[in-house]
T-cell receptor
């Protein structure tokens, strides 16, 4: 069974700091990996999708990488802002149209 | 930007009652999903749907649950006889062929 783990569960940083969120998966036959943001009581907002043939994707201050051989993905947030405070979830897909396996999330607080 | 729309945003129902949660996926997407998230817990997969049939379902998706795409645009989740433990946020999602998944804002279901 595919397992996705996110460490740390919570992270608090001062504004302006660069930070890295980690996502680990047990099955390296991953098809794609997607990072989401979730604000309290809200839905999931897609941030970045990395296909298995790619090593990284960038969008603005966000950069996500994927290393299938080590079973890891990271989300790098540059120059963090208080508005980045949210829970960040990673989800791995293994077959088109089948479920994504979600991690437990990292709750990020950026302190002004 | 395209979006997945869910209605209602909140639903309160009595135990044993039937509920139908509605979703309008992104129009050119092919795969449709329901997930749920119990307060403070992980996002859990319920079911995926493709070409008018279920392609994968989880252990949670028992005989009390059903899905339907009645008219080519709406995608519904029915819970026949709700239990207290069905209280959760229910998310609908859709994807194209190997594209990023878009999630709706969710329906908060409270069973009393």
């Amino acid at each position: 069974k595919q397992e996705v783990t996110q460490i740390p569960a919570a992270l608090s940083v001062p504004e302006g700091e660069n930070l890295v969120l980690n996502c680990s998966f047990t099955d390296s036959a991953i098809y794609n990996l997607q990072w989401f943001r979730q604000d309290p009581g809200k839905g999931l907002t897609s941030l970045l999708l990395i296909q298995s043939s790619q090593r990284e994707q960038t969008s603005g201050r966000l950069n996500a990488s994927l290393d299938k051989s080590s079973g890891r993905s990271t989300l790098y947030i540059a120059a963090s802002q208080p508005g980045d405070s949210a829970t960040y979830l990673c989800a791995g897909g293994y077959f088109t149209g089948n479920q994504f396996y979600f991690g437990t999330g990292t709750s990020l607080t950026v302190i002004p | 930007e395209p979006e997945v729309t869910q209605t209602p945003s909140h639903q309160v129902t009595q135990m044993g009652q039937e509920v139908i949660l509605r979703c309008v996926p992104i129009s050119n997407h092919l795969y449709f999903y329901w997930y749920r998230q119990i307060l403070g817990q992980k996002v859990e997969f319920l079911v995926s749907f493709y070409n008018n049939e279920i392609s994968e379902k989880s252990e949670i998706f028992d005989d009390q649950f059903s899905v339907e795409r009645p008219d080519g645009s709406n995608f519904t989740l029915k819970i026949r006889s709700t239990k207290l433990e069905d209280s959760a946020m229910y998310f609908c999602a859709s994807t194209g062929m190997n594209t990023e998944a878009f999630f709706g804002q969710g329906t908060r279901l409270t069973v009393v």
